[in-house]
């Protein structure tokens, strides 16, 4: 759809109208999902990648599973290559793919481009209005957003394709400003601070821009939970700072990027009033607590994506936003939207997401298929089985299959959801984990999940002394015999040695795979590792991504450090101040 035909969708947006239509496609989703195959099989028929493989301008599901087979990145490779180095011939898309997005690198390692054009925009605003009309019938809102949202620089590759962010293709484009203010939901920084090539700067003047208009705030968010989080640790850092600037009406010396500052000062003029009220706000709270709703006292709740990955700073989240209820936001990825949360009142780990059938075809890999693999992605020579949108059964587990409208089909997302019930005919996804296996030596098999209920419970072993862990990763160190996993806290005080080392033990006997448990009893998996890291150590790796071109809300922490990833594990085995090894496994 064109730039032009989105904006004049924008203006047009009606609430009700938004709720009625997802209801009556979710009613038919079946139905719909053959006719969004159809239309994106349709638009694409003359891609090179369709017609090698046979499909002949058929559009049907049955036709389209037994031609195209289930692939991965890696088998994409060399099309979306050709197309960076800018061939313009119908490679896997019937018009010339000229943008590409950059996923974040933290799951693999490396960097991956997906292909980006004006119809998944369409998409981004099809989720945006579905999630916004929901949410808004729980939380009325009619001012001002906190959002800490940041845009890398576009780049353009050797063959002239524009190339960016996810995150950034859908702020730079012409329709992402116009449909916020449809919405209702301005940001109050201005551009200036959202397209800051300094992260940084830009987080800074966001906070500064905050309390500015604290009184219009109506809703805090990012586009993940991690953003808030570190949003406000800075806060605790630079609070003193901002109270001075809005005191003087100057800006810190520290923000040095000309546009910025240019801005900024439209917006700071002195108020000692204000700089005296936030200072009494902040010295009368008790460790914080309950920070937001005392900066923005209108504020109604706070949003962002806050399952996955993202559960592990649900916690801290708490803490900062007190009673504000928080609010978990879409399910997507790099390659392309999925699903939108529309019970907003529901707490984040209990969140479910409903497919939007509109969007893209879906396929789902069943739990038992994936146990054939081993979870592995990289062994396709026989596709395992798929089934539809509509064929899929409360209880169970399923890798996702997307086929977009940007050139990926039958395309491998790796994430694996849980089917909790049904919106309509249309099913509600609970995210479970990433399918590749995250920490394994021998035949034992730690996800990302486990890991995090690991650290969930050794954790609470540092309450009394009221030190918490800010952050964390872990790898497998196979470099002597036998293999052992290392976990990297970074904490936010002084624990106890005999503190870290009960933790230590408790994160050993908190993996309770059978295959781990039963490895570590035979010494064929060595005694776990706690490696504690000087403060700041997970800024460095944050300032890392960023100087690879990922922009601050995109940032994942990796969870896990692949071998190929020797720069992160450099930072961390660099600031390392202490390790402990648990004791005899019994």
């Given amino acids: 759809m064109a730039v032009k035909k989105m904006l004049e969708k924008v203006e047009e947006f009606d609430m009700d109208k938004v709720i009625e239509e997802f209801e009556r496609l979710t009613k038919d989703a079946e139905g719909v999902q053959r006719e969004t195959l159809k239309r994106i099989l349709e638009e694409n028929a003359s891609a ?65 481009y997906v292909p980006w054009n004006d119809e998944l925009f369409e998409t ?71 397209f800051g090539p300094d992260f940084h700067q830009s987080l800074y003047c966001h906070l500064l821009c905050g309390l500015i208009f604290r009184e219009e705030v109506q809703l805090v968010s990012s586009t993940f939970a991690h953003s808030i989080i570190y949003a406000f640790r800075t806060f605790e850092q630079v609070w003193e700072e901002l109270c001075a600037d809005i005191r003087e009406g100057v800006l810190n010396r520290s923000i040095v990027v000309p546009s910025i500052r240019t801005a900024m000062s439209k917006l700071l003029k002195p108020d000692p009033e204000l700089a005296n009220l936030i200072k009494r706000k902040c010295l009368g709270l008790s460790n914080w607590y309950g920070l937001i709703p005392e900066l923005f006292p209108n504020a109604k709740y706070v949003y962002g994506i806050m399952t996955g990955s993202m559960e592990p700073y649900l916690k801290k989240l708490r803490h900062y936003a007190g009673v504000l209820p928080l609010v978990t936001s879409d399910y997507g990825s790099s390659e392309g939207w999925i699903a939108t949360n529309v019970n907003p009142r529901v707490p984040p780990e209990l969140a479910t997401y409903a497919v939007l059938p ?22 396709l020579s026989v596709d ?44 509600k996804l609970k995210f479970v984990r990433r399918n590749n296996l995250l920490l394994t030596i021998n035949i034992d098999k730690n996800t990302e999940n486990d890991l995090q209920l690991a650290v969930e419970t050794a954790s609470k072993l540092l309450a009394e002394e009221k030190v918490e862990v800010v952050d964390y990763t872990s790898h497998v160190d196979v470099s002597k015999e036998p293999g052992h996993y290392v976990i990297f806290w970074e904490i936010n005080g002084e624990a106890s040695e005999e503190a870290l080392g009960e933790c230590c033990n408790c994160l050993d006997k908190s993996f309770v795979d059978a295959g781990y448990t039963s490895s570590r009893k035979v010494n064929c998996i060595g005694p776990l590792e706690l490696r504690v890291v000087r403060r700041g150590t997970f800024r460095k790796i944050l300032d890392h991504y960023l100087a690879l071109g990922n922009t601050g809300n995109q940032f994942k922490t990796p969870r896990c450090i692949s071998p190929a990833n020797t720069k992160v594990r450099q930072i961390l085995c660099d600031n390392v101040v202490n390790n402990y090894f648990s004791v005899a496994f019994n």
């Fill in 48 to 112: 090179e990648y369709l017609q090698s493989l046979g499909l002949n301008g058929r559009t049907d599901p049955e036709s389209f599973k037994s031609c195209i087979p289930l692939v991965t990145h890696k088998e994409l490779e060399p099309f979306i290559n050709r197309m960076i180095d800018g061939d313009a011939s119908p490679i896997l898309t019937g018009k010339p793919i000229t943008a590409m997005s950059l996923s974040s690198g933290t799951t693999s390692g490396k960097q991956k």
């Fill in 124 to 194: 981004t605003l099809q989720i945006y209005h579905t999630a916004f009309a929901h949410r808004n019938r729980e939380f009325p809102i009619n001012g001002k957003a906190l959002s800490f949202i940041y845009s890398s620089k576009h780049f353009k590759t050797k063959g002239g394709v524009t190339a960016g962010t996810a995150t950034t293709n859908v702020f730079r484009n012409p329709g992402f400003k116009p449909s916020m203010k449809a919405l209702k939901s301005s940001c109050c920084s201005p551009d200036e601070v959202i």
């Fill in 358 to 379: 509109q969007i893209g075809y879906f396929e789902f890999i069943p739990q038992s298929e994936l146990e054939e693999t081993k979870g592995d992605t990289s062994f």
């Fill in 384 to 427: 395992p089985q798929t089934v539809g949108l509509t064929e899929v059964k409360i209880g169970e587990e399923y890798e996702i299959v997307i086929t977009n409208p940007a050139g990926l089909y039958r395309y491998r997302l790796g994430d694996v959801v849980k089917v909790m019930g049904f919106h309509n005919s249309s099913p």
